[in-house]
Structures are given as structure tokens and as C-alpha cells.
């Protein structure tokens, strides 16, 4: 009976290491895949850095154009032939579109022609799509770009800096609303989300945006424009309504205002991260795991 007994607590003994020993082990991987993911954050900050000071000293140089275009085109890529090294960098334009901010220019004497551009374009997307209650959604907008939405006080003073932070206020129609509409609508062929001053990077502009603004069929757009051209002198050949034209606001002038996305290789997996380049600095740098 003893023998028994006694056999009874070695095994409950045993049962019980073996499950502390697999809590150990699972805290082990957990601390190692968390090392891992850490490492890989300074190495991102590694490349942020370095890529962000090359970037700046080339586009200060006679060959800015070129580069921005060719960043636009297609994601540049790094690679060793035989090992472990893979890096590529891709951006896209960040003014390429009406800034949602301009409806902060109401009262703005200045600036009332981008006010103008920004409410017609609003108002011939609420009607195409059909949006149940435009007017709540603008209500949502305002209250992002004055300020007096509690939930991002902290984060910032005011205005809609990002497409991230522009589907929350989405989002927060659809659910106050139920209309999910808005949903289906592609919201970054249109607007842009940098700040009241910035102007139209009119080279890059959507087919989309340019239909809607200047009221022409989009398939025709479809087919004739194309990105890196002069918007006036495509507008002025295929007949489209001036009326919202401004060349100082749809800028030929060279934009380096642009978001980048980055891979990289590290310790046999892909991280990713992002960042703003605004008119030569570097920033709101955006961390993604592992891909």
C-alpha cells in the first residue's frame, strides 16, 4: 500500500514538472520569438535612418524628377545573389489629391477657391455613390480637422493626417448610420490627407479624380491619361470644365511629399515599415511584423 502510495506522488511529481517544464519552454519561445521581433525593430530603425538621410541628399540633387518617378513606378530592390541581404523601398505621392483638410478654409478669404474644389468634389461623391446622410459625415470631418474629437486630442492638435485616420471617421458613419456605401467607395483616388496648405501634385493625380472634377467620362480618362503628364494640357485637349482649374493649386512644380513602404530580411524572415517624407524630413514612422 505504501509502495502504492508512494508510486501515486512520484507520478503526480513527474506530471507536475513535466507541465511546469512545458510552461518554461513555452515562455522560452515566447521570449525568443519577442527578442527576435525587437531586433528587428533597431534594424528597421537602422534603415529608417539611413534611408531617410539618402533619400533627402538625392532628391536635393539635379536629378529629383527622375527619382520620385521612378520610387513611383515600381519598388526598388536590394538583393544578394547568394545570401541573406533583400531591401526594397516603394513610395507613392501623398499630395496626389484634393486635401480633406480644405474644408478648415470656410472662412478663409484666401483660400476659398480650394474650398470650392474640395465641397464639389464631396458633393459629386455623396451623389454618384448615393451616401444616405453626406451631411453626418461631413459633421464627422469637421470635428477631425477643428480639433474637437476627444479621441485623438492627445495625439495631435488637429486636422486628418493619414488615410488610417480617415476610414476611422468612416467607420464611424457607417456604424452610426448603417450606410456601408461609404464602404465601397475608394477614398484615396480622391482625397489627400497632409494639411490645408499643401497643393495638388497634379502629375499624379487619379483618372478618377480628374472624371469627377472637371466632368469628364472616366473610360476616356481611363485611356488617355497618363500619370507624369501636364494635367492643364490634358484637360485643354479633351475638353473638360475649367471651372475648377487653379495652376497654383494643381502644382507642376516638383512634390517631395510622399509615403515610402521598406522590406527588409532579417534573421530568415520579412519585416516591413513606413514613413512619411514631407518636404525633406522623415517621418511618422510605422513598424509592421513579421510578413
Same mark, same amino acid.
Given at each position: ?129 448615393? #451616401?444616405?446622410? &453626406?451631411?453626418? @459625415? ?6 477631425? !480637422? $477643428? +480639433? ?5 486630442? %492627445? ?56 472624371? #469627377?472634377?472637371? &466632368?469628364?467620362? @472616366? ?6 491619361? !497618363? $500619370? +507624369? ?5 490634358? %484637360? ?56
Amino acid at each position: 500500500m505504501r509502495k502504492a502510495i508512494a508510486l501515486l506522488i512520484t507520478l503526480t511529481v513527474i506530471a507536475a514538472l513535466l507541465a511546469l517544464m512545458g510552461v518554461a519552454f513555452s515562455y522560452l519561445e515566447r521570449a525568443k520569438k519577442d527578442s527576435l521581433h525587437t531586433l528587428a525593430i533597431v534594424q528597421a530603425n537602422i534603415y529608417y535612418a539611413d534611408i531617410a538621410r539618402t533619400l533627402d541628399g538625392l532628391l536635393k540633387g539635379k536629378n529629383a524628377s527622375d527619382i520620385i518617378s521612378t520610387l513611383y513606378l515600381a519598388p526598388q530592390t536590394l538583393q544578394e545573389q547568394e545570401g541573406e541581404f533583400y531591401l526594397s523601398i516603394g513610395c507613392e505621392p501623398l499630395s496626389n489629391g484634393v486635401d480633406i483638410n480644405w474644408f478648415g478654409l470656410q472662412n478663409d478669404t484666401k483660400n476659398q477657391k480650394k474650398y470650392a474644389i474640395v465641397t464639389k468634389l464631396f458633393d459629386t461623391i455623396a451623389t454618384q455613390y448615393n #451616401l444616405e446622410d &453626406d451631411s453626418k @459625415l461631413l459633421e464627422f470631418i469637421m470635428e477631425d !480637422i $477643428e +480639433g474637437k474629437n476627444e479621441s485623438i486630442r %492627445l495625439k495631435q492638435k488637429k486636422g486628418i493626417i493619414s488615410p488610417k485616420q480617415f476610414n476611422t471617421i468612416i467607420n464611424r458613419y457607417v456604424a452610426e448610420t448603417g450606410d456601408t456605401k461609404a464602404l465601397n467607395i475608394n477614398w484615396k483616388q480622391y482625397f489627400s490627407f497632409v494639411s490645408p496648405n499643401a497643393n495638388i501634385d497634379s502629375k499624379y493625380v487619379s483618372s478618377e479624380l480628374i472624371a #469627377l472634377l472637371f &466632368d469628364l467620362d @472616366l473610360k476616356s480618362v481611363d485611356e488617355g491619361w !497618363i $500619370e +507624369g503628364e501636364d494635367l492643364a494640357a490634358f %484637360l485643354n485637349d479633351n475638353g473638360a470644365n475649367m471651372e475648377m482649374y487653379d495652376k497654383t493649386i494643381f502644382s507642376n512644380a516638383l512634390s517631395k511629399q510622399m509615403k515610402c513602404t521598406t522590406s527588409y530580411a532579417y534573421n530568415s524572415g520579412v519585416y516591413s515599415f513606413s514613413f512619411n517624407y514631407l518636404d525633406g524630413k522623415a517621418q511618422y514612422f510605422e513598424f509592421y511584423s513579421k510578413q
